[in-house]
């Protein structure tokens, strides 16, 4: 009856119940996520895929964390949620949201032992967010590499939830679960600077090898990523002004984001590993 008394141009714009779900089904859903990171969807042919688990390893100073928050930030800058499930304690809030993070559309979690890492990502996979980030840090990892039946169990879940899942590693964690592998290396790094001149770091570059793909002809297949630093960081004298205190953890004015930012994301954290 509403299309009868509504102008013809806008009544024939009324859909019915029926024909919106037939319209949705009949529309492709993407089944990637991008990274914004040439190099690296180029190896996951277009992106992470929603459903599998992929993992990336690398050394320190290899770009590993690099690369987590430009995927971070290239998805919540779509407008889609993200988690990050921070065992390594590594995210300044203040310099991922200079790298384009939306921090409003990020779960933060910061477990203290690789079994409130699984744990936490258990419960995370069922609530819908389609890229969850596990970063693991480096060694040695509180707790070791986990058993690799929970690893094959949160593979499962996210196949089951249509979720992306990111591990980042120092060396393998997952055993057999991931079904992509890429193992990023520290290449070069470039600076400014000359003469007697301060020497500033200006870029750095990495290298990024696919070693396990379900494509067994691809695996081996190399891609070259590289980040320039900006000539300005923000804070509050146009440096940054992350302080970090004896444990590693933010303090001072990252801190204070974190607390005003993420006050959900810390009961969250304390309710699943509780």
């Given amino acids: 009856m509403l299309n009868i008394a509504l102008p013809a141009p806008f009544a024939r714009q009324i859909r019915t119940a029926r024909e919106l779900v037939d319209e949705r089904r009949r529309t492709p859903e993407e089944t990637r996520l991008a990274t914004a990171s040439t190099g690296f969807d180029r190896l996951l042919e ?12 690398g050394r320190r100073s290899s770009g590993r964390f690099s690369l987590v928050l430009t995927t971070l930030a290239a998805v919540t800058r779509t407008g889609e949620a993200a ?90 964690m997952s055993g057999t679960a991931a079904r992509s592998v890429l193992e990023a290396r520290s290449s070069r790094t470039t600076w400014t600077g000359r003469g007697r ?32 630093l900006a000539e300005d960081v923000p804070g509050d004298n146009g440096a940054q002004t992350t302080r970090r205190g004896p444990s590693g953890r933010q303090t001072a004015t990252s801190r204070h984001i974190e607390d005003e930012t993420h006050k959900n994301v810390i009961r969250f954290k304390e309710r699943a590993i509780a």
């Fill in 46 to 57: 277009g992106g992470l895929e929603r459903g599998s688990m992929v993992e990336l390893i």
């Fill in 83 to 172: 988690a990050l499930i921070d065992l390594g304690d590594a995210l300044d809030p203040q310099a991922a949201a200079a790298a384009g993070v939306d921090l409003e559309r990020l779960l933060w979690v910061r477990p203290r032992h690789i079994k409130e890492v699984l744990a936490s990502t258990e419960v995370i996979l069922t609530s819908g967010i389609p890229l969850i980030i596990i970063d693991i840090g480096m060694p040695p990892v509180p707790g070791g590499r986990g058993n690799e039946a929970s690893w094959l169990r949160l593979a499962r879940s996210a196949r089951a939830h249509r979720a992306a899942l990111l591990i980042s590693s120092p060396y393998r």
């Fill in 197 to 228: 001149s301060p020497r500033l770091l200006r870029g750095v570059a990495a290298n990024l090898e696919l070693i396990k793909s379900h494509k067994p002809r691809r695996q081996g297949e190399t891609a070259t990523l590289s980040w320039r």
